[in-house]
């Protein structure tokens, strides 16, 4: 399996400029999360769906921030505005729940330097 | 609410020697607890889980941690550590089983001297 694939690698921009970020899960899957992870803050579950459906949104951290999942393979994280402090790196991961028992597994991250 | 406590920011290991990496969690219901491992630059990789039975579990590159209920620990083991053990290492407690999402320590930068 490839894994749950992020992109892109890197992101920089400018202040004010929209970011997106995206993510395709691990094919049959049906649980996808968001996380940030700073140096202050650490890691961070952000949103997190289920079966396409926003589940938990309560870490996003304002109204810059949206997400979106319109298919099992895909999801999306927009920030709109950016600012400085949104350069974090940004993980999807994905699960597939088994007996109410799940193991998430980690992309490679985006890593996010807004200027 | 639930959280991971990771005493350790930075911790130093002689190749050959054994490792101990700690975990405390608050969690009002049965836990589910994970270890993954980062290296510089990379994603996070699962390690080893616990979710019932066995309070020893074993987990990928000779890995394994112990699951202590009654000090509400979940200490990560090593018996001899190789330099490509070098990264960082999160516990994690699983909300709903994990199907709400991970619940983070600060993680414990492992550092290994040749």
């Known amino acids: 399996d490839a894994g749950v694939i992020q992109s892109p690698r890197h992101e920089v921009t400018e202040m004010g400029q929209e970011v997106t970020l995206r993510c395709k899960p691990i094919s049959g899957h049906n649980s996808l999360f968001w996380y940030r992870q700073t140096m202050m803050r650490g890691l961070e579950l952000l949103i997190y769906?289920?079966?396409?459906?926003?589940?938990?949104d309560s870490g996003m951290p304002e109204d810059r921030f949206s997400a979106k999942m319109p298919n099992a393979s895909f999801s999306t994280l927009k920030i709109q505005p950016s600012e400085p402090r949104d350069s974090a790196v940004y993980f999807c991961?994905?699960?597939?729940?088994?007996?109410?028992?799940?193991?998430?597994?980690f992309g490679p991250g985006t890593r996010l330097l807004v200027l | 609410a639930q959280s991971v406590t990771q005493p350790d920011i930075h911790i130093t290991v002689s190749e050959g020697a054994s490792l101990e990496l700690r975990c405390n969690y608050s969690?009002?219901?049965?836990?589910?607890l994970f270890w993954y491992v980062q290296s510089p630059g990379q994603g996070l990789q699962l390690l080893l889980k616990?979710?019932?039975?066995?309070?020893l579990v074993q987990g990928i590159k000779g890995f394994e941690a112990e699951f202590k209920r009654s000090q509400s620990s979940f200490n990560l083991r090593k018996p001899s550590v190789h330099w490509s053990d070098a990264a960082e290492y999160f516990c994690a407690v699983g909300r709903g089983g994990g199907a709400d999402g991970l619940t983070f320590g600060k993680g414990t930068h492992l550092i290994i001297q040749p």
């Open positions: 991961a994905s699960s597939l729940p088994t007996g109410g028992q799940e193991t998430q597994y």
């Open positions: 769906f289920n079966n396409n459906v926003p589940i938990d």
């Open positions: 616990y979710f019932s039975g066995d309070t």
């Open positions: 969690y009002g219901a049965t836990p589910y």
